[in-house]
């Protein structure tokens, strides 16, 4: 238990918080478990034998369906849940050379950047609301901390569950909720994985992977998945150079035909050059650029350094009566040097939301070295099917242990370093790296108990429930100990669902469901309720919709409203005692989805298109806002794909991608919207047999008309930011297959 005794530490203070698991404790805990259970190596072994060679190991009837992690309900298929969830598999991974989260989840309409840099981790939003890097991820549906680059090339699939997730997560912004699902063993005897791929593009990026799996040992009881990459990163934006590498293995071993231990660790790291966004010039909004240009690269530039080791360790056992039982621990381990050579506001016209009108712009060289986060979970589930009072009732409980560390160094420095334009010329003659500024670190422990019901009233009616229990326990302080504050409190987060299966091939749903954020008055002497935490920000959402399944298409349509409290600053703000925390009103996003597939003779068609009016209502602060819309949410995005598969040369498919978003609100007036826009990608894929291996080859370009358009257009730290589109790209890729 010394591995985990974190977990049962309640400190009374960040003093007592520290780190006392090192990173490499998680590849230990994963031996030690493995040769403690050798000692049981013999009875396994007879067991194993006693079985018939028909009757192999690969018979254990463990499922793990896509929406399962995820959706938090079991293996039950997306097309009779009573949710928006979107799985982006493996092979799809593949086809569009996501390298990171915002490139897979972008084919889902619900999906835009918000404030998505090109060299730094994802940020995303999800029917309007921008997800939290700390709380809506998960891996291996646990959680983690988003806050780094994570690597694609060992995972399996990409799941996000859209709305409110209070069953899932203890707390979490309200737009969704992201699992990453990675590679694991074979499970047939006698399958072989030897797979190496190649590619160069976008830009001149370069990159080389391998995959590698199979079973060995007696039976072949044990599985095997290791996954290693590398890229040299020279993109289409200039002077972003960089590189990346991943090493990750993923094992089980099915100890006897009802029990399986399966574990998996992998080490990434990424160093690039930072890359910073445009602004507004003045009172303009500047003409499109192409995006290559690097505008604050200087050559006391230094690169960014993202660095992980995550894991994960999995037990399953199937007991009497189809009950399934699960323990599993994830612990992830980060660490960052955060540095961007940062253009912010325009000093010479005392202006500091916004670039000056002549592209001019103050330069700042920030750096925060020696970044660390680290997360642990620990979760125990228990679920199966039981008949009572004459109903069926799919149920399942689950008790989690977390915590999350944030220890930066001391000081960050954040200093004016001259000025630069957006032509890319500068006055900054020399670097500004000397620490100034404190850092804040932060600890959080949480417990959680959820119970879920899924009941089935009659053949076509069933009633879904869901309540998570949540025990939270925040601190933070700055790091010479000022300003520290605390937040203990309890809640609870129920969800609940109705479905008509109206004929086989139609269902119908409802759903309400709640979710869970916090918020502090900074301990500064500003604030009259300096150091106190703010009733809990409690989301709602409502969802109906409907499902819809022929021979050679499915479909969906759902409409949706969110409403979340809005936390505010009342009063002047700048002298002691001049400014209270509070809730001020809240922002109600409602939303119209659709989507359809469809597949005739050679032809596939996807679409998926989502509407989105995203407002603020209640606010009390300044009422002027109230129905306005919010900043950076496009009104509606549509994503279509055409693909036709060649009948003359088998394994030869082509695919046209059209993605288009409409208008977004630059400013909280509506003077100045971002113009909608629209890109079409083509992609070619063969695969064929080389000697008798098999080739996958594809040759995609991005933004064929090389269109010119501005991307997004977030306000981060008060500051209007403007992020280009990709110019055209050309990728090539190869993977062949031993």
Sequence with gaps: MAFFSPFFKRPSGLSQARLTVRPHRIASAVALLAISCGQAQAQVLAQVQALAPSQSLSEITITDTAPSQVSGFGDVPLSKAPFSAVTIDRQTLQDIGAQRVSDALRLDASVADSYNSPA?????????????????????????????????????????FKGTSGIQAGTSAPGGLVNYVVKRPPSAQNTVIRDVSVSTGPGKNSSIALDLGGRFGQYQALGYRFNAAYENLDPYIRDSEGWRQLFALAMDWRLTPDSRLEWEIERSERQQMGVNAYSLLGDSLPAPVDGKRNITRQAWSVPSVFAGTTGTLRFKHNLEGGWLWTTQYGGQRLKTDDRLSYA???????????????????????????????????????????????????????????????????????NWAGTGNIDGTSNSPEAQPVPGDLNTQRSEYTTEIALRNRIELSAQTAVWLGLRRTHLNRASERTDGSRD?????????????????????????????????????????????????????????????????????????????????????????????????????????????????????????????????????????DPSVNGQRALNVPRMSLRAMAQYRFTDIPGLRSSLRLNHEGTRRVTEDGVIQLPAWTTLDLATHYDTRIQGKRTQWTLAIDNLADRRYWRESPKQYGHYYLYPGAPRTLRLAVKASF
């Design 120 to 160: 730094y981790w994802d940020s995303l939003s999800v029917r309007g609301y921008t997800l939290d890097n700390r709380y809506n991820y998960r891996r291996e549906g646990l959680p983690i901390s988003a806050e780094t680059m994570i690597g694609m090339d060992n995972k399996e699939r990409i799941e996000l």
């Design 485 to 621: 504050v605390q937040d203990k409190r309890r809640f609870n987060t129920p969800w609940l669902a109705l479905t008509q299966q109206i004929t086989p091939a139609y269902l119908v749903y409802g759903s309400y469901g709640e979710g869970i954020e916090t918020d502090i008055a900074p301990n500064r002497n500003r604030y009259t309720n300096a150091g106190q935490a703010l009733p809990a920000l409690r989301s709602e959402q409502f969802e109906v919709g409907v499902k819809g399944h022929w021979a050679h298409a499915r479909w969906q349509a759902n409409f949706f409203e969110i409403t979340r409290p809005v936390a505010g600053d009342q009063g002047a703000c700048e002298d002691a005692n001049t400014c209270t925390r509070k809730i001020d009103g809240q922002a109600r996003h409602r939303g119209l989805e659709l989507s359809a597939s469809l597949s005739q003779a050679q032809w596939h068609w996807d679409l998926a298109t989502t509407w989105t009016d995203a407002k603020r209502q209640a606010a009390e602060i």
């Design 344 to 414: 912010f506001g325009c000093s010479a016209a005392d202006t500091y939301d916004r670039f000056c009108s002549d592209g001019n712009f103050d330069l700042y060289d920030y750096r925060s070295d020696k970044e660390r986060r680290s997360s642990d979970a620990l979760q125990t589930e228990l679920s199966g099917q039981m008949q009572l009072a004459g109903l069926r009732h799919h149920l399942g409980v689950s008790v989690m242990r977390s915590r999350m560390l944030d220890r930066p160094s001391a000081m960050q420095a954040y």
